[in-house]
């Protein structure tokens, strides 16, 4: 059990690291420094496990910092190692993409903070395809309380901010469509 690990700035990650040295993990906050597409945060497959196989980790918060034109991935996310992750944080990051299937294994989110130096061009670059994967066995009808009301636990809120204090976007309305994938019917919610 930690509260705090940090993975620093002067870090190599020369290889996988293997999902089992979590095994058990208690840890309150975990926060990466400086990674970059080609130097990160990665875990290895490890195969041959029973469908049932649970590696019991609680990460509750997982925080990137500093990294540049840096991908959000599930070699990251490990299925394991993040299974109860709740919530995910990039802080002052200027992101190139998140790819499609980075959240399929951490359903269990409530949040994701996402606070970019790049935020219009993230917006405009990507076709948010990845939130297909945000509460993927959620399907709530609004207009049934009981459905609501079942499914509020399981409540994500996505916040993106802008870090580049000499630009600010508006969400004009020409850029609707590059939230047309967005979740709404899971109890996924946009906060501005």
Same mark, same amino acid.
Request: charge should be negative; glycine fraction near 2%; proline fraction near 4%.
């Given at each position: 059990?930690?509260?705090?690990?940090?993975?620093?700035? #002067?870090?190599?990650? /020369?290889?996988?690291?293997?999902?089992?040295?979590?095994?058990?993990?208690?840890?309150?906050?975990?926060?990466?420094?400086?990674? =970059?597409? /080609?130097? @990160?945060?990665?875990?290895?497959?490890?195969?041959?496990?029973?469908? &049932?196989?649970?590696?019991?980790?609680?990460?509750?918060?997982?925080?990137?910092?500093?990294?540049?034109?840096?991908?959000?991935?599930?070699?990251?996310?490990?299925?394991?190692?993040?299974?109860?992750?709740?919530?995910?944080?990039?802080?002052?990051?200027?992101?190139?993409?998140?790819?499609?299937?980075?959240?399929?294994?951490?359903?269990?989110?409530?949040?994701?903070?996402?606070?970019?130096?790049?935020?219009?061009?993230?917006?405009?670059?990507?076709?948010?395809?990845?939130?297909?994967?945000?509460?993927?066995?959620? #399907?709530?009808?609004?207009?049934?309380?009981?459905?609501?009301?079942?499914?509020?636990?399981?409540?994500?809120?996505?916040?993106? &901010?802008?870090?580049? =204090?000499?630009?600010?976007?508006?969400?004009?309305?020409?850029?609707?469509? @590059?939230?047309?994938?967005?979740?709404?019917?899971?109890?996924?919610?946009?906060?501005?």
């Amino acid at each position: 059990a930690f509260d705090y690990i940090l993975f620093g700035d #002067d870090l190599t990650y /020369t290889a996988f690291i293997c999902p089992l040295l979590f095994y058990k993990a208690s840890i309150s906050f975990m926060e990466a420094y400086y990674m =970059t597409p /080609t130097n @990160y945060l990665r875990f290895s497959a490890i195969s041959n496990l029973p469908d &049932n196989f649970d590696l019991q980790s609680n990460i509750y918060t997982f925080k990137i910092t500093f990294a540049p034109l840096f991908v959000v991935n599930n070699l990251m996310l490990n299925e394991h190692v993040f299974k109860r992750l709740a919530e995910f944080n990039v802080d002052n990051v200027r992101l190139g993409r998140i790819e499609d299937d980075a959240f399929i294994h951490t359903q269990q989110l409530n949040r994701i903070f996402l606070t970019l130096e790049n935020m219009e061009e993230f917006i405009r670059s990507s076709d948010n395809k990845w939130m297909a994967a945000l509460n993927a066995d959620v #399907d709530v009808d609004y207009n049934d309380p009981q459905s609501v009301e079942f499914y509020k636990p399981r409540s994500l809120v996505v916040q993106v &901010n802008n870090r580049n =204090t000499g630009q600010s976007y508006l969400y004009p309305d020409e850029d609707l469509v @590059y939230f047309e994938n967005f979740p709404y019917q899971r109890m996924v919610f946009y906060r501005l």
